[in-house]
């Protein structure tokens, strides 16, 4: 029995997408996995992980008796409040300190961020690693080119810019000045704020 700290072990069966697991003493996230098993082979499990800190892709084959360990990754709110050169600094939103992270941890992450983004922060051993943005934010459009008069039905679409540098398709009818709500998984646009 394990009463202070346990290492729970995942075997291949166990690894699912969405989990946090251990691998080469790096935390990653189960971005996609398939089950299959060959005769005498055996089974196997085909993954696709994301690196927690880096934010980097790969994709990993486990053997039926391989076994990982998953990983302890903490969260809590924090807010986004400014950006230091290649910094992007944070605030818990419980303990008020703060802390940062390089624009190489956030990755496509810094798209979405302006200041007073409420965001969820991954802790791995009590070290900030990366974080979790909400679904939908609202940003302001910087440019947009002018759509064509009397074209309000239409279903095509323009390039906008957004407050961040994000560029995104979106309706004819958006101007300069508009807010509008993106969706931060697909990097689309959703609707006018």
């Not at 679904?135 to 009397?150: F, R, S």
């Amino acid at each position: 029995m394990c009463y202070v700290l346990c290492e729970i072990m995942l075997s291949i069966s166990d690894i699912k997408t969405g989990k946090n697991i251990l691998w080469n003493e790096t935390p990653y996230v189960v971005l996609y996995h398939e089950h299959s098993k060959t005769g005498r082979a055996g089974s196997v499990l085909r993954t696709r992980l994301k690196n927690l800190s880096t934010g980097a892709v790969l994709e990993k084959t486990f053997q039926g008796a391989e076994s990982v360990e998953e990983a302890d990754i903490a969260k809590a709110k924090a807010q986004y409040i400014y950006k230091d050169g290649e910094d992007y600094h944070f605030m818990d939103s419980e303990s008020y300190e703060q802390f940062y992270l390089s624009e190489k941890a956030l990755g496509n992450n810094v798209n979405y961020l302006k200041e007073g983004t409420e965001i969820i922060i991954l802790t791995f051993n009590g070290n900030p690693i990366n974080i979790e943005l909400p679904i939908k934010v609202t940003l302001q459009v910087t440019e947009a080119p002018p759509g064509i008069k009397g074209d309000t039905v239409s279903t095509g679409g323009k390039v906008v810019t957004l407050e961040t540098g994000l560029k995104v398709s979106a309706p004819l009818f958006v101007k300069t000045g508009d807010n509008i709500i993106i969706n931060t998984e697909k990097g689309e646009y959703v609707s006018r704020a």
